[in-house]
């Protein structure tokens, strides 16, 4: 188990999605685990915090979400860019052994069934809200977020501290065609003064 693990208070859970990464999408079913990546996720509302995915018809993964009702968000690292990709790209329809062919190492958090993928940054574990008619017409999940938890050695204190962690925990930001950014410097405005 992570020590560097810690609970994030639900309040603030939103901000473990506010910069936009690119996430990976985990989900449990009559003994199938499987991970894939999404570059669309997004911090949906304060209380009860709530985010939204788009999760493709054809995958494996939508499947255990709709089966199971509930599924973890978590932000990988870029020093997870290959597992990030590879993950995205092979489809457990056709490969059975996929997350141990691309070396998905998977942990448990107590008072959830949910396979959370190690050496991310980030995890939100989150129960569906259904919503057939946006998941038929649109792929496009919502879920609660029931539990949160984050890597103190790059969040903390409700916070992302990328400027003071090494690059390899920087969160990944998907373009196209296996592309990639990492999350740049930290750069702060001025508070405005009221009129």
Known sequence: MNSHLAPVDLAKA?????????????????????????????????????LTVVIDKATRTRALVEHSGH???????????????DVGNT???????????????LFGIEGHDLPF??????????RLIPEPHNQQAYDLFIGEVVGAWADT???????????TAGPEW??????????????????????????
């Open 14 to 50: 939103y901000r473990l999605l506010n910069h936009g990464p690119t996430v990976l999408v985990s989900a449990r079913h009559a003994g199938v685990d499987n991970v894939m990546s999404a570059a669309w996720a997004c911090a949906l509302d304060f209380a009860p915090p709530k």
């Open 71 to 85: 599924f973890v968000i978590q932000v990988p690292t870029a020093a997870q860019m290959q597992l990030t990709h």
């Open 91 to 105: 489809s457990l329809h056709q490969d059975k052994d996929k997350l141990r062919h691309h070396g998905v190492e």
């Open 117 to 126: 993928v190690a050496g991310c940054s980030a995890w939100l574990a989150c």
């Open 153 to 163: 050695r790059v969040f903390s204190g409700g916070h992302w501290h990328f400027e």
């Open 170 to 195: 920087r969160s990944l930001h998907y373009v196209a065609g296996g592309q990639f950014y990492a999350i740049g410097e930290s750069l702060v405005a001025k508070t405005a003064s009221k009129a």
